[in-house]
């Protein structure tokens, strides 16, 4: 079974401010984790993906997340939010290997300030 | 490269009536996904079809029905719409059982449906 939860439907920001999106997870196998985004009346796309190797991992807009085992975390930040990343976030977890089903968060909708 | 497309992008329909959301891959992947996203609720899967020829039942099937016509295509019906399936419906395909896949989700631009 996996799960996934993220903390704070609504997370408002100032432009130029560190945005933090926090993910946690639970996993019976090594998981894959992703962070989608969705941008108003569009479909998700694909942030950042952890699989395997190193654990921060580099993703699209300057986003970047570390996968921390310990914790079952995988938080999603950005140094200096820009008005074009308002949009809603979803943190996914699959399992690792062969098929896989993919489980979502129920997202978090970032707004920036400016 | 057109991706994960989806017609129709608007319905509204009656309480009872059927209709069906088609979707379509050109990205020769082997699965494919058809999820619903409400409000709070993030996208949950109502069916999936892991590769040609196979369906199953993800978290929330009740009064879906879907068909896998080829590896391209993975279409849902609505047998008889209920105003609880109003909902953005998204199609999402997959590489899935291939060598190296990660897992990552392509998705369409969504269908917006309305049952009144």
């Known amino acids: 079974a996996q799960s996934v939860t993220q903390l704070g439907s609504h997370v408002s920001v100032s432009e130029g401010a560190l945005v933090l999106l926090r993910c946690n997870y639970s996993s019976s196998v090594p998981p894959y984790l992703f962070w989608y985004v969705q941008y108003p009346n569009q479909g998700l796309q694909l942030l950042l993906k952890?699989?395997?190797?190193?654990?921060l991992v580099k993703g699209i807009n300057g986003f970047e997340a570390e996968f921390k085992k310990s914790e079952t975390s995988f938080h999603l930040t950005k140094p200096s939010a820009h008005m074009s990343d308002a949009a809603e976030y979803f943190c996914?977890?699959?399992?690792?290997?062969?098929?896989?089903?993919?489980?979502f968060g129920t997202g978090t909708k970032l707004q920036v300030i400016p | 490269n057109a991706g994960v497309t989806q017609t129709p992008k608007f319905q509204v329909l009656k309480t009872g009536q059927s209709m069906t959301l088609q979707c379509a891959q050109d990205m020769n992947h082997n699965s494919m996904y058809w999820y619903r996203q409400d409000p709070g609720m993030g996208l949950r899967l109502i069916y999936y079809s892991a590769s040609e020829g196979t369906t199953d039942k993800g978290e929330v099937p009740n009064g879906y029905n879907v068909s896998r016509l080829n590896k391209r295509e993975f279409s849902l019906r609505l047998e008889s719409a209920a105003p609880s399936q109003t909902s953005v419906y998204f199609c999402a395909s997959s590489a899935g059982l291939a060598t190296a896949n990660t897992g990552e989700l392509f998705f369409g631009e969504g269908s917006r449906l309305t049952v009144l």
């Open positions: 952890y699989t395997t190797g190193a654990t």
């Open positions: 996914a977890v699959s399992g690792s290997g062969g098929y896989q089903k993919v489980t």
